[in-house]
């Protein structure tokens, strides 16, 4: 094995652990979100938990559909801190779209 194999293996195997991480994330946070929604949730402190959680797994698109399905709940019970959700995303996800810019 080269150099660049060796690199490239490593490498692999570190997107399919990212990988990994993320489907268990969606598994452990669905029946949560899931729970939120159908109970209709006003509780802020575990809905804004569930939401900081849910922001690392939005590249992930089924992290992101809950975090989108959460801030849709959210906004009826506290639109300012919704808003600063919707931007936390933006800035950590959405950054490169824009060209970095602001």
Known sequence: MTPDDSE???????????????QRAAQQYQPVVDGILRTG????????????????????????AMYRQLCRHYWAIDPAATADYIHAYRERWDGDEQGGQE
């Open 8 to 22: 490239h293996q490593a490498v692999m195997a570190l997107v399919r652990s990212v990988r990994d991480l993320q």
């Open 41 to 64: 949730s006003r509780d802020a402190r575990h809905i804004e938990r569930t939401l900081d959680g849910l922001l690392d797994f939005c590249g992930h698109e089924p992290g992101l």
